[in-house]
């Protein structure tokens, strides 16, 4: 049987060490990383991927997008998609900066809460995410908006590159995001406003509501961190919660870096499996990694 063989693909200058090690566990055969690589050198490299093997092997071979852009990786992955010349197709599997499979975590592990504390779905709820110009705030507002959320994304630098991600997701997706203006700290409390799920995206060591604050979001439900960095994003929010209350609020509960992470993991882990495993080529992206991570979650 011919061997499995990962390319790893980054516009940055060094590919991931913690993404070479999971797909080395994930049981990869042969690992190869290109660093610096351009939106336009991709087709190149794909092609000298597909066509070194015979369409039976094609499942053998991956190809794994990295950097720390949603949307560049996503471009990347359509236009690697774009150069395939049937029946050459491998796998694809885009999980920049490892954010869509945090991303994944973090809605997933909301959804069970939301289940299991309050007997209830995403569905219709105010979804508010903060950190909202990054990749794992991009790939978490679409996955909740597919999931029938109401959701709201706020920029640290006002309305205009949050207006601009919203319209992509819309045209990429076919959801509506709303942006709103997270600029001052007055601006975050106006824009938790309303939200029974507060996630908190942004940079590491940022306190983005205070303890005053989140206490005055009434209808909260649940509030996510994805940053294991103190202070926490949200007051109040452990990185090793799962559940427990959130100080101060009527019924909020938190969920913790630590507590996502250990999802994320396992779903980055299962989409590496999967690759492996198939036997038609797949494309995997955030949706993908949803999906095991809530798998993985109802065990």
């Known amino acids: 049987m011919a061997k499995t063989i990962l390319h790893m693909i980054t516009p940055l200058k060094h590919m991931s060490p913690f993404?070479?090690?999971?797909?080395?566990?994930?049981?990869?055969?042969?690992?190869?990383?290109?660093?610096?690589?351009?939106?336009?050198?991709?087709?190149?490299?794909?092609?000298?991927?597909?066509f070194s093997r015979s369409p039976n092997d094609a499942v053998r071979t991956g190809i794994f997008f990295a950097g720390k852009n949603a949307i560049q990786a996503l471009d990347m992955m359509k236009s690697a998609e774009e150069s395939f010349v049937p029946p050459f197709v491998v796998n694809l599997f885009a999980d920049p900066a490892g954010s869509f499979t945090t991303a994944a975590g973090m809605?997933?592990?909301?959804?069970?809460?939301?289940?299991?504390?309050?007997?209830?779905t995403l569905k219709g709820k105010r979804v508010v995410i903060y950190g909202g110009t990054g990749v794992v705030a991009f790939s978490s507002a679409v996955i909740a908006a597919l999931e029938g959320a109401s959701v709201v994304i706020t920029g640290y630098d006002g309305t205009k590159r949050v207006t601009a991600i919203s319209s992509d997701m819309k045209a990429r997706f076919g959801v509506d995001v709303e942006p709103a203006d997270g600029s001052t700290p007055e601006a975050n409390l106006a824009a938790a406003n309303g939200a029974e799920i507060i996630f908190s995206a942004g940079p590491a060591g940022v306190q983005i509501l205070n303890e005053e604050q989140i206490k005055s979001v009434t209808g909260l439900l649940v509030a996510a961190d994805v940053n294991a960095v103190p202070p926490p994003g949200i007051a109040g929010v452990d990185v090793m919660a799962n559940g427990e209350s959130i100080p101060g609020t009527a019924k909020?509960?938190?969920?913790?870096?630590?507590?996502?992470?250990?999802?994320k993991y396992q779903?980055?882990?299962?989409?590496?499996?999967?690759m492996i495993s198939t036997d038609?080529?797949?494309?995997?992206?955030?949706?993908?990694?949803?999906?095991?991570?809530?798998?993985?979650?109802k065990g």
Not at 26 to 49: F, K
Not at 107 to 120: N, R, S, Y
Not at 267 to 274: I, M, P, T, V
């Open 280 to 297: 038609k080529p797949l494309s995997l992206d955030f949706r993908h990694a949803f999906e095991e991570a809530r798998a993985f979650i």
């Open 252 to 263: 909020g509960v938190a969920l913790g870096a630590l507590a996502i992470g250990n999802v």
């Open 107 to 120: 809605v997933a592990c909301t959804e069970k809460l939301l289940k299991d504390k309050f007997g209830t």
């Open 19 to 50: 993404d070479v090690n999971m797909a080395a566990d994930a049981g990869y055969d042969v690992l190869a990383t290109y660093q610096g690589v351009t939106p336009e050198e991709v087709r190149g490299l794909v092609q000298d991927a597909i």
């Open 267 to 274: 779903a980055q882990h299962l989409l590496f499996k999967r």
